[in-house]
């Protein structure tokens, strides 16, 4: 029986379209070859030395932790509900995925194996830090945009009866209001997805050529945002600063495109 599958376009594009699961399983067969002591390929057999093993497992991690945030990241434009599904459940397998390469790097280490813990746990422990500031950047996005979303009218209303008004050019103040209105939404969308996404990418394209007025508004609106914090202290430090970081990329993107 032929096992090769037969090698067609369709085949080679499903293929890359499902990268993920070959890098976790490529990272897999790294990590588990890493834990053994010889490689036997028919009569032939290869004596693996600590120093490879070691490469191979550091290597399968970093493989692993790639294809399953590649598979969460495929989720990020999902609706909100299920955007925080995928963030628990990519949570919890990357901490599988730590706990059992801590399992097998302590059994090696029992039975006096190979491996010496030292540079592996450091890896681990970096692994564990990450996931730990990726879930709370993330819940201080979404508490962020939860505060942007209540004060979206208010700010619109102090950009109104601001000075910067005279800066336009050949546009009505409401339409420059309803302009800086998608561009607080791409903030939003931004802070929910805990992603830095570009004006372009949502065909928001009113700043070309002409990026000043745009830059002041989102400096004033840090300005008003500041002070709204500072009277009613609803985020914390760290969703504040979120926050303030979001809007910096966005004047970044404004000034570049």
Request: proline share 3%; aromatic share 8%.
């Amino acid at each position: 029986m032929n096992m090769i599958p037969n090698i067609t376009p369709e085949f080679l594009i499903k293929l890359f379209e499902n990268y993920q699961f070959i890098t976790l399983g490529l990272g897999s067969f790294l990590l588990v070859l890493g834990a053994t002591e010889k490689l036997v390929l028919r009569n032939n057999s290869w004596i693996i030395s600590s120093q490879f093993k070691l490469i191979l497992v550091v290597v399968g991690i970093v493989l692993m932790v790639i294809s399953v945030l590649a598979m969460f990241k495929d989720k990020l434009f999902a609706p909100q509900n299920k955007i925080q599904k995928e963030l628990e459940n990519t949570t919890a397998e990357l901490e599988k995925i730590r706990n059992k390469i801590k399992y097998l790097v302590e059994s090696s280490n029992n039975s006096n194996g190979y491996v010496s813990s030292s540079e592996l746990t450091n890896i681990l422990e970096g692994m564990e830090n990450d996931i730990h500031e990726f879930q709370l950047r993330f819940h201080n996005s979404q508490k962020a945009a939860k505060w942007l979303k209540t004060k979206q009218e208010s700010l619109l209303q102090a950009v109104k009866f601001s000075d910067l008004n005279s800066d336009i050019n050949n546009i009505s103040l409401d339409d420059f209001r309803a302009e800086i209105k998608k561009y607080i939404g791409l903030l939003i969308e931004s802070l929910e997805t805990s992603k830095n996404i570009t004006p372009r990418r949502r065909k928001i394209t009113y700043h070309i050529n002409k990026p000043l007025p745009y830059i002041e508004v989102m400096e004033f609106l840090q300005i008003q945002i500041k002070q709204e914090v500072d009277k009613h202290p609803d985020l914390t430090k760290e969703e504040f600063r979120e926050l303030n970081n979001c809007i910096d990329a966005l004047i970044r993107d404004i000034q570049r495109e």
